[in-house]
Structures are given as C-alpha cells and as structure tokens.
C-alpha cells in the first residue's frame, strides 16, 4: 500500500473578461474542476480541462469527476509507491478520458517536484527563461470589431495573432488583417473542424495570405483528409483535436497530414505525454507551439514550464492573465515584448490567491486513501 494520501477536488466558477466564441460556441463564464493532491509532506494542483457540457472535448466536467474519484484515484492507491511517471503508466489500463488523466497526474507531479525543490521545466527539460506567446481572436459580428480587437493586442506586443475561422467567417477578416497589419505580423488561422474536404478551395484561397499555419480545418478522425489538403495547399497545416496522444501524433506525422502540431497538455493525457509528443517532433523537425483552453493561472504556470523546451519555436497560446481573466486564483502573468516569464520556484511554480479560490468555488469535495 503507498503512503496516505488525500485529494481536494474542488469546483470553480470564474467570469472571464469577455465573451470568446469560436466555432464551436460561446463562452463568457469558465467552470472547472481543480485537483490538489495532498500528502504528508507536499501537495500540488492542477486544473482539469473539460467543460461543463461537451462542446469541445468529449468528456464532460462531472464526468472527469466521478472517474478520477471512483476510478484513478482507487487504481493508483494500489500501487507501492505513487509518483507521476508509475501513475502514469498505470492510469492507460483506462481507456480513453485523457482530461482526468492529465488533472490527476498533473497534481502528482506538481506535489512530487514541490517535494524535491525541482521546477518543473528542469524535469521536464526545458532551458527558455520567457516563452514567446501570441494571443487567440475569437469571432466577432463584424470585421471593424474584429479589427479593433486586433489592433489593441499588436499594441500590447504580441508575437503572433490567432484567428478564429469558420465557413463564412474567414477569407474576408483574414484578408482585413492582413491589408491592415502588414506582412510582418505573424498570423495564423483555427477552424477548429469547422470544415470538410469539399471547402477546399476556401481553405486553398487562404494560401494568399501568407499564414504562418491552418489549425485543424477537418474533423479530428479525418487524417486522409488533412494528408490530401496538405498537398493542396501552401500554408502548414497544424494538428490539434487530432494529436490525443503520442501514437496519433505518430500516425498524423506518418501520413502526412501535418507540418506542424500543437501540443495541449490536457487532450493529450497530461504533461509527461506532452513532453514525449515534442521528443518525437522535435528530432523529425516538426515544429511545436503550446495550445490554451482558457487556463487559471494553476493551467498557464504549468504551460509555461512545458513551452520552455526547445522544440517549442513557434509562438505559443498562453496569453498574459488579463487577457481571459480580470482577476485570477494565482499570480497574475504579463505580457513583456511579446513574452511571458516562465515562473520560477518548485513544481509548476503556480502562488495561488486562496482567498479568491474561496470566493469562486462552488462545491468541493475530499477523497482518502490510507491511514
């Protein structure tokens, strides 16, 4: 049996700064589902990625839930001693449900490093001291709103800038920003599945536009179909929804179906996944870039430490705080010449504002294991 060990699961509910609408839907409140694992002489914390309802990812909120305190928690606890490499081997005896996977083994890994004084970034084995990060533009009514957003974040100094795209919002604000900013900004666009093999000469037109990459224009099973449109067009195709683990990386990369990938701790299981993911992209000189989902700074501290290795080139989605959140539940994160600084200190390197997680908690529970 290992050592006693206890886990908070703890439910929060935040307001974000301003509605963000993809192709998939709106979002102007984030509830999510916090992990602290707690032993006898560390604890750690990690945030679970899924929604309320599944929009986004397959699993849902309650159901991460019920499966990391009826299912993981009981399979780790039989193991003789639990760090976060074991726990993640064991916890693939599970298909499937890479969120939970990743919260649970996430606040393992966070408590285990705070334990022996290690940053995550040195375990992981990152060296950048700031991560160069661009912001992600939603979709808006209008193109003159659009533009306004834009233009206030190109001020701000980000690296690169966004776009959300879907059928009949992207040839004509893609072309406005273009007109507008220039050559220079960095740019790139996110379908977020939004469309099929037969927009081929939509996505085709983009080409014109000179973009850094196209995320994810096709359903996240079809691979033929990103492999067919890669030969079809100029600008890089990038992975998202599809990449869940390091085996469909490996298929995707195979194929042929992408030039780049976007590596989200959360969809793929978690950041021991993560790190593998960019162990085989980096030595086929695939370039890497870091994906958001609307993290607290619990999130956006950990995305830091895992952007800080080397085959992270691309600029990554780990805004500065004020760009999600108008207050948040740790140290606040700022934008410096299109940077943001890695956080020093133990673990993910995450200071929480306890009062304030109390005063945006709405449920939270306790689950034991041991004497």
């Known amino acids: 049996m290992s050592a006693p060990f206890k886990v908070e699961l703890r439910r929060v509910r ?45 699993e849902r909120l309650e159901s991460a839930r019920l499966l990391i305190a009826e299912v993981l928690i009981p399979l780790i606890s039989k193991m003789p001693k639990i760090d976060a490499a074991t726990a993640h081997t064991e916890m693939k005896k599970v298909p499937g449900n890479p969120l939970a996977k990743a919260a649970l083994e996430s606040a393992i890994l966070d408590a285990e490093l705070r334990a022996h004084g290690m940053s995550m970034k040195s375990y992981l084995g990152g060296s950048r001291q700031k991560v160069r990060v661009g912001v992600s533009v939603g979709i808006f009514e209008s193109v003159s709103a659009l ?40 740019l790139q666009v996110d379908a977020n599945q939004a469309y099929t093999s037969a927009d081929m ?51 995707a990369l195979q194929m042929g179906a992408a030039q780049v990938i976007n590596i989200k701790p959360a969809r793929v299981g978690g950041y021991l996944e993560a790190r593998a993911i960019h162990d085989l992209c980096l030595a086929q000189g695939i370039p890497v870039w870091c994906g958001g989902v609307l993290e607290t700074a619990i999130g956006r501290a950990a ?69």
């Open 14 to 58: 935040m307001p974000l700064a301003g509605e963000f609408r993809t192709s998939r839907g709106r979002e102007s409140v984030r509830e999510m589902l916090l992990v602290r694992w707690i032993t006898e002489d560390s604890e750690g914390w990690a945030e679970c990625a899924a929604d309320a309802d599944p929009v986004y990812f397959p």
């Open 303 to 371: 995305n830091l430490q895992l952007a800080s290795l080397p085959g992270f080139t691309l600029p990554s989605d780990i805004s500065a705080t004020k760009r999600y959140y108008h207050r948040d539940i740790g140290q606040e994160f700022h934008l410096e010449s299109g940077t943001i600084n890695v956080p020093e200190g133990p673990g993910t390197g995450v200071v929480l504002d306890i009062d304030y997680l109390e005063s945006v908690t709405v449920d939270h529970e306790y689950v034991r294991v041991g004497h």
């Open 147 to 186: 533009m306004s957003e834009v233009e206030g974040y190109v001020q701000e100094g980000y690296s690169r800038v966004k776009l959300k795209i879907a059928p009949g919002w992207d040839l004509e604000p893609v072309r406005a920003v273009r007109r507008e900013f220039g050559d220079d900004l960095l």
């Open 201 to 251: 000469n939509t996505l085709r037109r983009l080409d014109a536009y000179d973009l850094l990459l196209l995320e994810q224009p096709l359903a996240a099973e079809d691979l033929s179909g990103h492999a067919k449109l890669a030969s079809n067009v100029k600008t890089p195709l990038c992975l998202d929804e599809s990449v869940t683990s390091l085996a469909s990386a490996a298929t």
